[in-house]
Antibody, heavy 113, light 107 residues
Framework: EVQLLESGGGLLQPGGSLRLSCAAS????????MSWVRQAPGKGLEWVST????????DYVDSVKGRFTISRDNSKTTLYLQMNSLRAEDTAVYFC??????WGQGTLVTVSS | DIQMTQSPSSLSASVGDRVTMTCRAS??????LAWFQQKPGKAPKPLIY???YLQSGVPSKFSGSGSGTDFTLTISSLQPEDFATYYC?????????FGQGTKVDIK
């Protein structure tokens, strides 16, 4: 059974940093591209970033380029999202997802002064 | 960026109804389209990938079709557990983009 478990969310002030983690199990992690998708309160879904299975290719939505970094540790079957210079508009539930596959349950990030 | 437009934004239907919703891309995306179902407070559930292929475990009452710019998701016989919001997503080119969603509620 595929399991994706996000962690690392929380409340922080604008300008702060946070690292999200997504622990994966139940599939050959290194064979799959992985994504982060977010959902602001009461809003729709927004793709944030995708990383290839090897980690050699990464892509980002323009609004987070230069501030967020996606990475993965295939030996630990874990996906990460390093979030810097956080803004109020980054407030959302962040989901990790196997591309064309399962999603985690999400972790809430709240950016507020 | 490719814009995805879903219609209608919401619809009311009865149990047993056949329901169809559409997703239109602002430019051709071949068949690089996925559909998701989301219930309140829950993570999105993948339903369909490559426009018409059911994800493992998804019941056959769901079907998808289309290619290029116009796509549809059909639920053949609506059941109580199908009342939810449905999103399409293109993954033809970055940035990947979602439609705004179609909310299906009870008539």
């Amino acid at each position: 059974e595929v399991q994706l478990l996000e962690s690392g969310g929380g409340l922080l002030q604008p300008g702060g940093s946070l690292r999200l983690s997504c622990a994966a199990s139940g599939f050959t992690f290194s064979s799959y591209a992985m994504s982060w998708v977010r959902q602001a309160p009461g809003k729709g879904l927004e793709w944030v970033s995708t990383i290839s299975g090897s980690g050699g290719r990464t892509d980002y939505v323009d609004s987070v380029k230069g501030r967020f970094t996606i990475s993965r540790d295939n030996s630990k079957t874990t996906l990460y999202l390093q979030m810097n210079s956080l803004r109020a508009e980054d407030t959302a539930v962040y989901f990790c997802a196997k591309v064309n596959g399962d999603w985690g349950q999400g972790t809430l990030v709240t950016v507020s002064s | 960026d490719i814009q995805m437009t879903q219609s209608p934004s919401s619809l009311s239907a009865s149990v047993g109804d056949r329901v169809t919703m559409t997703c239109r891309a602002s430019q051709a995306i071949s068949n690089y389209l996925a559909w998701f179902q989301q219930k309140p407070g829950k993570a999105p559930k993948p339903l369909i990938y490559a426009a018409s292929y059911l994800q493992s475990g998804v019941p056959s009452k769901f079907s998808g079709s289309g290619s290029g710019t116009d796509f549809t998701l059909t639920i053949s016989s609506l059941q109580p557990e199908d009342f939810a919001t449905y999103y399409c997503q293109q993954y033809n080119s970055y940035p990947w983009t979602f439609g705004q969603g179609t909310k299906v509620d009870i008539k």
